[in-house]
């Protein structure tokens, strides 16, 4: 099988665009009865684009990507005429690609090696000036033979010190082998005897021994997906992404000589490598997104259960027991139950490692049970401490694990520790604080926040509380689309979900107007003001609106990554329009999530309005405030405003005014 040949090179084409290149390399792939799916293959490209860009330097690209649609593996070397506008290490413009497409599930390893090995041509500075030179096709098959053929192990120097790593990349082409091939390279020019493993699509090759670790005086770990690092325990180690490696592999190198030694004392429970210096308020957002889906899956079920439970029982009356909108009800409650505990485990599991899970769990879940509370001073508590104990013991049996992790003790006691002393002791200690000490007075002080909230959300009749709930739903708003599911977003959406847990669903509703509107504000413009966008910035906006539809902020990612200043004020400004129209007009919204999804699944409605004109007035908050970011940042982005807008309308009255300026201009 000829994975290349003088039919896969293409000199001197000519492009707009890399999205033109990707159109180019599936249909030449497609006439070469290579795809079966000449569309497949663009997508395949494009997603593959999308997760890190495959532009290199020296004027290099290696587009790839693996696909069902694909047959047979093959390697394409295109040159353009002119430079092309991506992403690579030196800034430097593309005008040579060599594309590598692979089938999804290929038996033929030795194929995918071989065009795995290309990618590390680029790192043979010689050839690749020689290889620009080249315009004859038979030249430069020849050129590509030789270096396939002809690619010889290493010799190093056996007298060196040794260094060990492992290289691997998302999609495990050209990264993963061209980091492992510039780290080798720069190693033995300083006098190392490098070993690295490449964790690519044919699997692990070069694969490290036990032997070949206790030897290396450091370890360099290339990756950009998950590595499990104990088999390095108490070695110099230092992690780092891929494009780090193969754009400043020298720097790379230095840090690794100086790296500390990485720890970990014992299976059982991991502390994290070089990464442990992170903020407070990143652990809480790690547990935030481990609780996500149980927020979302009980507020859907319990949402589904109680609004279609009302309009088949009557408006005052849940399903009853034994009706399938019971068991829904009820199935509902145990995920928004569960969160709580899931909450403080995996803030927990951020600071100290998996050892901290179980007793943050138990800690958290003991805090949310106000049952349990001993009535200091005759207090009698009616809320639990719910997200505060979870936030609260979350954060603090995460550092109590952390901290007996470092105790120094013989092996033999080691094990002891994460089978008992962690799981007994420390749950135990925290539990009996929280039932003795803590939970009655923060329950109390808890009872009265939310009694205050819900005087100021059930009595609607004041001005000034109407007011109020205006100011909530703007700051909310703006919360939600500042970072699209950063920490300030999720700040705002823990607040709302706490809240829906005691029954106060107007801030939920608030959130949940707000969180579509910068993903759907994004895509609008994008059919709107066409002409400002490339292919792929359109495409994005489909996506966007598609996942503005299902409530899912991050959709606007893209866009204000590339574009963050007028893009996140955008975003801001609508959302907090969507966010105080809801608040405004009553919204409640029964289910933990946002977007018009759930309108539709019954979640949205009104205490003061009706079910009714509660979704009425969820959409026209959505509506509006989309209509805010869309126009803020379509007007934004470019000068000649009448000239982009792609509406009907607008085109009539664009048409007219030319119309005038020709007659104006004829006289």
């Not at 980091?179 to 964790?199: D, F, V, W």
């Not at 895509?523 to 489909?542: D, M, P, Q, V, Y």
Request: proline fraction near 3%; glycine fraction near 8%.
């Amino acid at each position: 099988m000829n994975i290349f040949s003088k039919d896969y090179i293409f000199i001197n084409e000519t492009f707009k665009a890399k999205d033109d290149v990707f159109k180019f390399i599936a249909k030449k792939a497609f006439e070469l009865k290579v795809t079966l799916s000449e569309k497949d293959v663009y997508d395949a490209l494009l997603e593959r684009e999308s997760q890190v860009s495959t532009g290199m330097e020296k004027e290099f690209a290696i587009p790839h990507a693996q696909s069902e649609a694909i047959n047979k593996p093959i390697l394409l070397f295109i040159k353009s005429s002119e430079g092309l506008e991506w992403e690579t290490f030196d800034n430097s413009k593309v005008k040579y690609m060599i594309s590598i497409l692979v089938p999804k599930n290929s038996k033929e390893n030795i194929h995918l090696e071989t065009l795995s090995k290309v990618s590390t041509m680029l790192s043979d500075a010689d050839l690749i000036e020689k290889l620009k030179k080249l315009e004859d096709k038979e030249e430069i098959y020849n050129l590509f033979n030789n270096f396939l053929e002809n690619k010889e192990a290493k010799q190093v120097n056996k007298t060196g010190k040794k260094v060990v790593g492992i290289t691997s990349c998302a999609v495990g082409i050209a990264h993963t082998y061209l980091s492992a091939e510039n780290l080798e390279k720069k190693l033995i020019a300083m006098g190392y005897e490098p070993k690295i493993e490449t964790r690519g699509s044919v699997g692990p090759k070069n694969t490290l021994s036990s032997k070949d670790i206790e030897e290396a005086e450091f370890v360099i770990i290339a990756s950009d997906v998950k590595i499990d690092l104990a088999k390095f325990n108490n070695k110099k180690l230092y992690s780092t992404s891929t494009k780090e490696a193969i754009h400043n592999t020298e720097e790379v190198i230095k840090k690794a000589e100086n790296a500390p030694i990485f720890k970990q004392s014992s299976n059982s429970f991991k502390k994290e490598e070089t990464k442990d210096k992170k903020g407070v308020l990143k652990h809480i957002v790690t547990g935030i997104s481990y609780m996500i889906p149980f927020v979302i899956f009980g507020g859907i079920l319990i949402a589904l259960s109680l609004g279609i439970g009302k309009s088949v029982y009557g408006s005052d009356s849940a399903a009853p027991k034994g009706d399938f909108l019971w068991w829904l009800l009820e199935i509902g409650v145990v995920s928004f139950t569960v969160m709580i505990g899931i909450l403080g485990a995996y803030i927990a599991y951020s600071i100290a490692g998996r050892a901290a899970i179980m007793p943050a769990f138990v800690v958290s879940m003991v805090a949310n049970n106000k049952g349990l509370f001993y009535n200091i001073g005759n207090i009698e508590v009616q809320t639990p401490m719910g997200f505060i104990g979870a936030v609260l013991f979350g954060i603090l049996v995460g550092y109590t694990v952390k901290w007996i992790a470092s105790f120094k003790i013989q092996k033999s006691v080691s094990a002891v520790i994460p089978m008992f002393i962690i799981p007994i002791g420390v749950t135990l200690f925290y539990s009996l604080l929280v039932v003795f000490v803590v939970g009655a007075p923060i329950g109390w002080v808890m009872d009265k926040f939310i009694n205050s909230l819900k005087s100021l959300f059930e009595n609607k009749n004041g001005s000034l509380n109407i007011g109020i709930a205006l100011l909530i739903g703007a700051l909310l708003g703006g919360m939600a689309g500042f970072d699209m599911g950063g920490p300030i977003n999720k700040v705002a959406f823990l607040t709302s979900t706490a809240l829906v847990s005691e029954q106060i669903f107007e801030p939920m509703g608030m959130v949940g107007a707000a969180i579509p509107v910068a993903p759907l504000g994004m895509g609008l413009t994008t059919l709107i003001f066409r002409k400002k966008f490339t292919n792929e910035e359109k495409t994005l906006g489909a996506s966007a609106l598609f996942m503005g539809f299902i409530g899912i902020s991050e959709g606007a990612i893209p866009f204000a990554v590339a574009d963050p200043k007028r893009v996140i004020t955008a975003n801001v400004v609508g959302s907090a329009v969507a966010g105080a129209l809801a608040g405004l007009l009553s919204v409640t919204n029964a289910a933990a999530h946002g977007g018009p999804i759930v309108a539709i699944l019954g979640a949205v409605g009104s205490k003061v309005h009706g079910t009714g004109l509660g979704i009425l007035y969820f959409f026209l908050a959505v509506i509006a405030g989309t209509i805010t970011t869309t126009l803020i940042y379509g007007f934004w982005k470019g000068k000649n405003v009448l000239e982009e807008v792609n509406i009907p309308f607008v085109k009539s009255f664009r048409n007219k005014i030319n119309l005038r300026k020709g007659a104006k201009n004829g006289k």
